[in-house]
């Protein structure tokens, strides 16, 4: 499924991360399908700040759940993030950087492209 799925640049939908493992189907991409109510759809790159935020709105996303093969995030991890949570941490202003190739393009459903750009991770090497 994913060799079809688009980012939300409209190109090849690239893996997140795969240490640790993320996504829906826990394969490393930010895929999704109609059982993903959440829509995990938004590679994101998580800091402290924002950890620390998605915990105090229910979301422990530090701490390891083993009986769920989830290690706990630390700052600098990528992740598939819940679209409508990286909405509202970016409506918080508490959002973290996307990775615009690695994020669905269903994510456009509930976050414009122009403000996932103004978030989108560039690679030190690539800065001008």
Not at 4 to 9: D, E, G, R, S
Request: proline residues 5%.
């Amino acid at each position: 499924m994913t060799d079809q799925a688009k980012n939300v640049l409209g190109t090849a939908l690239q893996p997140c991360c795969f240490e640790p493992m993320t996504g829906w189907f826990r394969d490393g991409f930010c895929n999704t399908n109609a059982l993903d109510t959440g829509i995990h759809t938004v590679c994101v790159i998580v800091d402290d700040r924002f950890l620390t935020y998605s915990k105090s709105m229910g979301n422990d996303l530090s701490t390891p759940m083993p009986e769920y093969q989830f290690p706990g995030l630390k700052a600098g991890d990528k992740w598939c993030l819940c679209a409508a949570r990286w909405k509202q941490a970016f409506d918080d202003g508490i959002a973290c950087p996307v990775v615009l190739e690695a994020t669905h393009e269903r994510t456009l459903d509930l976050v414009s492209l122009e403000t996932l750009e103004s978030f989108a991770f560039v690679p030190a090497d690539t800065e001008g």
